[in-house]
């Protein structure tokens, strides 16, 4: 089992360019998530989904885009990059159930220029 | 909502010292805990997790953190730090579907 992959591992972006962020996970998990993790800040999710055919916003989603196109995959969308969205971005995955345990990915890291 | 603080965003100790890293949580249910470590340029690994179960969790590489209410507090601890054991260590606390993550402590392990 490849367990979670990211799609691509490094980009850089000028401000206004567009790119989507892919992820993919094989253990039939239910839920996944989208994060961005900056320095002094720990891990914020960005908007996540409980189940196919669902998604939510979370604590920093403006800026974003997420489409979760099946069970397996779920895409985050950068429509007009900025400088404020360098970061490294996870994408994490998890069985439907109360603990709740994430499996991450190995991460994307993004510079906007 | 839910919240996690860790003290101290760095914390050095020499190869075979005692580690503590301490997490603080605030949480309107009772809460699932996790200490996650993330090596360098890696995604993050779970550690260890408390489920209610258990006040003692033990997790992987001779980590263990123990949850008290009293002080809503669940810290992590090893006896014998290794060279390996240098990386950064997160604590969440998670509610329903929505978990929330410490800034993260790194550790550094000194020979």
């Known amino acids: 089992n490849a367990g979670v992959t990211q799609t691509p591992k490094f980009q850089v972006l000028k401000t206004g360019q567009s790119m989507t962020l892919q992820c993919a996970q094989d253990?039939?998990?239910?839920?996944m998530y989208w994060y961005r993790q900056d320095p002094g800040m720990g891990l914020r999710l960005i908007y996540y989904s409980a189940s196919e055919g669902t998604t939510d916003k979370g604590e920093v989603p403006n800026g974003y885009n997420v489409s979760r196109l099946n069970k397996r995959e779920f895409s985050l969308r950068l429509e007009s990059a900025a400088p404020s969205q360098t970061s490294v971005y996870f994408c994490?995955?998890?069985?439907?159930?109360?603990?709740?345990?994430?499996?991450f990915g190995p991460g994307t890291r993004l510079t906007v220029l | 909502a839910q919240s996690v603080t860790q003290l101290g965003s760095h914390v050095s100790v020499s190869e075979g010292a005692l580690v503590l890293l301490r997490c603080n949580y605030s949480?309107?249910?009772?809460?699932?805990l996790f200490w996650y470590v993330q090596y360098p340029n890696q995604g993050l690994q779970l550690l260890l997790k408390y489920t209610s179960a258990a006040t003692l969790v033990k997790g992987i590489n001779g980590f263990e953190a123990e949850f008290k209410k009293s002080e809503t507090s669940f810290h992590l601890t090893n006896p014998s730090a290794h060279m390996s054991d240098a990386a950064e260590y997160f604590c969440a606390v998670s509610e329903n579907n929505d978990m929330r993550f410490g800034a993260g402590t790194r550790l550094t392990v000194k020979p």
């Open positions: 994490a995955s998890s069985a439907l159930g109360v603990y709740n345990e994430q499996f």
């Open positions: 253990m039939n998990h239910n839920s």
């Open positions: 949480s309107s249910v009772p809460p699932y």
